[in-house]
């Protein structure tokens, strides 16, 4: 993967150990096709300036990774953890074990278990992932079948979905349309008839598609949608005039008469009916979510271009290509005709509606409070990854990686130091005349007091400056403390440096120690009497660092170091981070936690390590628990700096730089997530507030998350908000636009009855039955909202029609329950089941449209019917109360 | 006279001409490695990130040439504070299969290390140049080939033996004819590009020595880059071995701290 480049033809080119060019076609010709066809080329795998998409420096894999560990006569060895692809299983299980000792990559590169190893693939952008995927797959695919290759992630979760979703459009939309096809040929038995509205549904979605594409907006789940959604909306008013033109033309038996009869009274309903599902769909344009807005708007833009077709597409095909002859074998139904079938059966319901109105009302509030309870009960939720079948690939992968590591669901916790620098100079100036009192006192009682005076001075001065540069004020006292120094340590120093260099003929005895230092003071001497040689120099120095200690200078240097440490060289701050991760990898769903603080521990660790096996048995036990003890962050600022400083110089080059920032002022914490449900992420936030809430870092500090995996949780807020409001205004447009219809508040209000309860009780089932709310559900809601309302629309436009006609609700709901109930019947059918080949598709996501649409029309279909007949029945005094006298003026024709 | 001129600038032009790339590379690893018998030097090296965000390292350098090519380096570091007194030094072999010794005191741990032998081509304390660019590339670790000559400078171009030990497919090494000190070497990766870039800023004439003062290298995958300045330059000044021993690097001598 590390040599993948492009070859002089363009080809990817790969060099194991020699360079040769993998054929990365599909296997399967069906494949082949279908990536010819949506010009995906598993040869791309350059960015534009023909560099490897893969990001080689971010490459996570045993042969690029860091391992510092102990080598011979107890040095320290600094290399990749794997130099060399090893040969022997001895080899082999080196390195395995090497990594299961390093907590930095037990869980994350090789499982617990050390079964499983796990390269972590970073690419530059999403799109590529499903062609890296091949890509490994390509390169695995002759490994023998007991090493399993598994790929997973978000990313790859996100893209092959779309690459899949593509081969879903190209088979689910052709599905839709043949549904419709079948369906409209099983109403009206004409395929000279019915191929006019198909050609309006063709011709909509092939516009709206061109559309998408020429406003460069690139394919995502919901805009592959758009077909599938378009098709049977598209042909529902295409419905509706020939379902209307059937029944009446026998009245007419002339087509002219018969269109301008049926467009006379349908034009009004078709418009609204259009105008207010364009208005549902138009309501998700208003959403955060960019993909829900496109495909709204796209959906908008469709049902008016079939609109703008069937109102004119329509009559004028009836009028050109459906024979005369074809028309006129169509009986006229006789009077008493006895009904069967779909038509007799609403005959039923309608007698039903209008006896049992009150039982129809009971049920349809109870309905109501049932389902509302059931709202309460929905679960926010999604994962890319539940968008594929249990038995996909991709679903395996996951289950297997995320059983064996600590996760393959990452989250990144960013610390940043809240707020600007507050100067604490002279806050440390205290703590500094505190310390320099417990060194120097006792030994140095005047030059102690008089460097005292020096800080207070200090402090004097810069306790109003609001302006804060430590390292200035350093330089000053440092001047100062080298005067003081002169006198004491000054000259220890000068000793210690001869004592260094003496020769070793000066070491034979204290004698010849004492000739070679004529200027030394007596104190030198005091317990040297028995020793010689280097024992001897030892001893002395021993003696001199004592003196040399007292170095006010040294100890300046000291304060600076830990006074002007950033956060994160601070070994509060590191220590607080340390316990900030052990309690995230309490959390149930959390596998794993990483961060700078794990590598020094680590290094620290290694640095310090004194193999046991070198010092005699009974000094075993300590070096045992002084090594243990020192698997921790470092007492001091300059321990962490130093140690720090050393990794910042492993082979791979700024790896620490991705845990922290190169001033160690900010830091990230990663976390491996066993899950990707919104859910899990959500509760993690949850629990690092609680924590930091309760346990304030010594350093205040900014937290904010990062990472795809917390991405979905801020877009699955963003959801839920952007699609209430969406639903709630588009609610209130299509409120208003019923008034203006009907002119009239309560016909309008009457004609929202339908939908709202058919959205109470889908999102009621949602909750009940525990489906994860998620996009595709979201936006259900709008759907539901644009397409039931229509059949109330219909529904109560021809009853205030036939009522004004006829006068008498009861003859009236008879009539109702005759064509008009027939067309909305047909409509809720072939909506329902032109969505149903989404069934058949292996993405949840489609699947459950398919499921759920199917439900909101048979539930608004009900709902019209019965509920609005009921309740119109309820009402009838108020809705027809200027038409009581019934039988005044005749309608349209 | 005329002729003697002549002569002696031919045979002069003759002998630069009779240069192998061995050759060459030998004369050049001599003036930029091993000018007097010591060195000491102040380093000053600020590592810009690609953000623009910099850090920097001070230390004193003090390098012995300990014959038949060995050498013995002592880095004292200064700043920044918390790194302030560690220190690192190297005893550097040059025979095939030879590895350097190379210890590592920090201060804040009181703590003396040995390094193990092993990639010298990591980042030297975080900055972009690598341990390799302190002490020096052993000559028989690459091929040399002289790739092209001009009035002024030699291209050498530098082929590893053993690639897999190395980050670079090759390098070039531009040679200044008259100091023979090398004054850019470029770095290309395993696929044949451009990754990492070393560039002479500046040259300045020490004790008769023509010295690199200032030099520049560039991280060009990364995009970050450091610049190191030396100052105080001394050569010759009698540094003794016994200052490269482990003892000393707890109690750093008076050549490194003064």
């Known amino acids: 993967m590390l040599s993948l480049r492009q070859n002089a033809d363009g080809r990817p080119e790969i060099t194991v150990p020699t360079p040769f060019v993998p054929d990365l076609q599909p296997a399967s010709a069906r494949k082949r096709i279908l990536a010819k066809v949506f010009g995906n080329d598993p040869n791309d795998l350059f960015d534009e300036n023909g560099d490897s998409v893969i990001i080689n420096l971010e490459l996570v894999s045993p042969s690029v990774v860091d391992n510092i560990k102990q080598a011979e006569r107890g040095a320290l060895k600094i290399e990749y953890l794997m130099e060399q692809s090893p040969i022997t299983r001895d080899e082999a299980l080196t390195i395995r074990d090497d990594a299961m000792s390093n907590l930095l990559y037990k869980g994350?590169?090789?499982?617990?278990?050390?079964?499983?190893?796990?390269?972590?693939?970073?690419?530059?952008?999403?799109?590529?992932?499903?062609?890296?995927?091949?890509?490994?797959?390509?390169?695995?695919?002759?490994?023998?079948?007991?090493?399993?290759?598994?790929?997973?992630?978000?990313?790859?979760?996100?893209?092959?979905?779309?690459?899949?979703?593509?081969?879903?459009?190209?088979?689910?939309?052709?599905?839709?349309?043949?549904?419709?096809?079948?369906?409209?040929?099983?109403?009206?038995?004409?395929?000279?008839?019915?191929?006019?509205?198909?050609?309006?549904?063709?011709?909509?979605?092939?516009?709206t598609t061109g559309l998408l594409i020429n406003l460069g907006f690139s394919v995502h789940i919901m805009s592959s949608m758009i077909a599938i959604f378009l098709m049977p909306i598209a042909v529902a008013d295409s419905v509706h005039i020939l379902s209307e033109f059937f029944e009446t033309y026998h009245r007419f038996r002339d087509k002219k008469e018969t269109v301008r009869h049926v467009i006379g009274h349908l034009f009004m309903p078709m418009l609204y009916t259009t105008l207010t599902t364009m208005a549902g769909f138009a309501s998700l344009a208003f959403t955060p979510i960019p993909p829900v807005r496109i495909f709204g708007a796209h959906i908008a833009f469709g049902v008016g271009v079939a609109w703008l077709l069937t109102m004119t597409l329509i009559p004028a095909y009836i009028m050109l290509f459906v024979p005369n002859q074809a028309l006129d074998r169509i009986p006229a139904p006789a009077p008493d005709h006895k009904r069967r079938g779909l038509d007799g059966f609403l005959e039923k319901l309608g007698a039903f509606s209008y006896k049992r109105w009150k039982l129809i009302l009971m049920l349809s509030v109870l309905t109501v409070i049932v389902s509302a309870a059931g709202i309460r009960h929905i679960?926010?939720?999604?994962?890319?990854?539940?968008?594929?079948?249990?038995?996909?690939?991709?679903?395996?992968?996951?289950?297997?990686?995320?059983?064996?590591?600590?996760?393959t669901y990452i989250a990144y916790l960013t610390l940043t130091p809240d707020g600007l620098d507050t100067c604490t100079y002279v806050e440390a100036l205290d703590s500094m005349a505190d310390a320099?009192?417990?060194r120097f006192a006792a030994k140095l009682p005047e030059q102690t007091e008089r460097f005292i005076a020096l800080l207070d001075a200090q402090q004097a001065e810069y306790r109003n400056r609001d302006t804060c540069d430590p390292d200035k004020y350093f330089v000053h006292l440092i001047e100062e403390a080298e005067k003081l120094d002169e006198a004491v340590t000054a000259p220890w120093i000068t000793l210690s440096d001869e004592i260094n260099y003496l020769e070793s003929a000066a070491l034979a005895s204290p004698a010849t120690l004492r000739a070679a230092l004529p200027n030394a003071p007596a104190e030198?001497?005091?317990?040297?009497?028995?020793?010689?040689?280097?024992?001897?120099?030892?001893?002395?120095?021993?003696?001199?660092?004592?003196?040399?200690?007292?170095?006010?200078?040294?100890?300046?240097?000291?304060?600076?170091?830990?006074?002007?440490?950033?956060?994160?060289?601070?070994?509060?701050?590191?220590?607080?981070?340390?316990?900030?991760?052990?309690?995230?990898?309490?959390?149930?769903?959390?596998?794993?936690?990483?961060?700078?603080?794990?590598?020094?521990?680590?290094?620290?660790?290694?640095?310090?390590?004194?193999?046991?096996?070198?010092?005699?048995?009974?000094l075993r036990p300590e070096v045992e628990r002084r090594n243990a003890a020192n698997y921790q962050v470092p007492e001091s600022a300059a321990a962490c700096g130093q140690v720090f400083i050393q990794l910042e110089g492993m082979k791979k080059k700024d790896s620490l730089f991705h845990l922290v920032t190169r001033d160690y002022r900010q830091a990230n914490i990663w976390l491996q997530l066993t899950s990707g449900d919104n859910t899990d992420m959500a509760s993690v936030v949850e629990a690092t507030e609680e924590f930091i809430a309760a346990n304030p870092p010594p350093v205040p500090m900014r937290v904010r998350w990062a990472g795809l995996n917390y991405l979905n949780v801020v877009w699955q807020d963003k959801m839920v908000a952007g699609m209430l409001s969406a639903l709630g205004s588009s609610f209130v447009v299509v409120l208003i636009m019923m008034m203006l219809l009907f002119r009239s508040p309560l016909y309008g209000l009457l004609a929202m009855v339908p939908l709202s309860v058919t959205i109470i009780f889908i999102y009621g089932l949602v909750g009940w039955i525990g489906k994860d709310y998620d996009m595709p559900i979201a936006v259900l809601s709008s759907l539901t909202l644009g397409l039931s309302v229509d059949f109330a629309i219909h529904f109560l436009k021809r009853a205030h029609e036939l009522q004004k006609k006829l006068g008498s609700w009861s003859i009236v709901i008879r009539e109702m329950f005759k064509e008009p109930a027939l067309a909305i019947s047909r409509n809720a059918i072939i909506i329902s089941i032109g969505f149903l080949p989404l069934l058949l598709a292996p993405l949840v996501p489609y699947r459950t449209v398919g499921i759920f649409l199917a439900t909101i029309m048979a539930v608004s279909w009900l709902a019209t019917l019965f509920i609005l007949a009921a309740l119109v029945t309820a009402l009838r005094k108020w809705l027809f109360k200027d038409e009581a006298s019934g039988l005044v003026e005749q309608n349209g024709v | 006279m005329k002729m003697l001129i002549t002569t002696a600038l031919l045979l002069a032009s003759m002998n630069t001409f009779a240069l192998t790339a061995d050759e060459i590379v030998a004369k050049s690893n001599q003036a930029v490695r091993y000018a007097g018998t010591d060195g000491k030097s102040d380093v000053n090296m600020v590592i810009t990130d690609a953000k623009g965000g910099q850090r920097i390292r001070k230390f004193r350098i003090l390098r012995l040439n300990t014959g038949g090519?060995?050498?013995?380096?002592?880095?004292?570091?200064?700043?920044?504070?918390?790194?302030?007194?560690?220190?690192?030094m190297v005893w550097k072999k040059v025979k095939r299969g030879q590895h350097d010794n190379r210890w590592l005191f920090l201060p804040a741990l009181n703590l003396v290390k040995p390094i193990?032998?092993?990639?010298?081509?990591?980042?030297?304390?975080?900055?972009?140049?690598?341990?390799?660019?302190?002490?020096?590339?052993?000559?028989?670790?690459?091929?040399?080939e002289l790739v092209k000559e001009t009035g002024r400078h030699y291209l050498i171009k530098n082929t590893p033996h053993n690639p897999r030990a190395v980050d670079f497919r090759a390098y070039t090494v531009t040679i200044d004819k008259k100091t023979f000190l090398p004054i850019k070497a470029e770095y290309t990766d395993k696929n044949g590009k451009l990754f990492r870039r070393i560039k002479v800023v500046k040259v300045k004439t020490i004790q008769g020595y023509p010295t690199v003062v200032k030099s520049r290298v560039d991280d060009l995958a990364r995009g970050t880059h450091t610049i190191s300045t030396c100052s105080n330059v001394e050569y010759n000044t009698g540094l003794k071995e016994k200052i490269f021993t482990e003892r000393f690097l707890r109690r750093p001598p008076r050549e490194a701290t003064r």
Not at chain 1, 393 to 406: K, P, S, T, Y
Not at chain 1, 559 to 575: C, D, G, V, W
Not at chain 1, 590 to 606: F, M, R
């Open chain 1, 108 to 207: 994350t590169l090789v499982s617990e278990d050390g079964k499983a190893i796990a390269l972590y693939i970073p690419i530059v952008a999403k799109t590529y992932s499903y062609n890296v995927t091949n890509l490994v797959e390509k390169l695995t695919a002759d490994w023998p079948a007991e090493d399993q290759v598994h790929i997973t992630g978000q990313p790859v979760a996100q893209d092959t979905f779309g690459i899949e979703m593509l081969t879903q459009m190209a088979s689910s939309a052709p599905l839709a349309g043949l549904a419709v096809f079948l369906l409209l040929l099983l109403f009206f038995r004409r395929v000279s008839l019915i191929i006019a509205p198909m050609i309006v549904a063709i011709i909509s979605i092939v516009c």
């Open chain 1, 436 to 438: 320099a009192r417990r």
């Open chain 1, 524 to 618: 030198l001497f005091q317990g040297l009497e028995a020793l010689s040689g280097e024992a001897l120099r030892e001893a002395a120095l021993v003696i001199t660092d004592e003196y040399t200690g007292l170095s006010f200078t040294r100890f300046l240097h000291e304060m600076r170091a830990e006074i002007t440490a950033p956060p994160f060289k601070q070994p509060a701050m590191l220590r607080w981070t340390d316990r900030l991760q052990e309690h995230l990898a309490e959390l149930p769903k959390v596998g794993k936690t990483g961060s700078a603080v794990g590598v020094l521990k680590k290094a620290s660790y290694e640095l310090q390590y004194i193999d046991p096996a070198g010092v005699p048995e009974e």
């Open chain 2, 116 to 144: 193990a032998p092993g990639d010298k081509r990591t980042s030297f304390v975080g900055s972009d140049f690598v341990y390799e660019d302190i002490s020096g590339r052993a000559l028989w670790e690459d091929k040399h």
């Open chain 1, 379 to 407: 679960q926010v939720n999604d994962n890319p990854v539940k968008w594929f079948t249990k038995d996909h690939r991709i679903r395996v992968a996951d289950d297997v990686l995320n059983r064996h590591f600590g996760g």
């Open chain 2, 69 to 88: 090519g060995t050498q013995k380096f002592y880095v004292y570091f200064k700043a920044p504070a918390d790194v302030r007194r560690q220190v690192f």
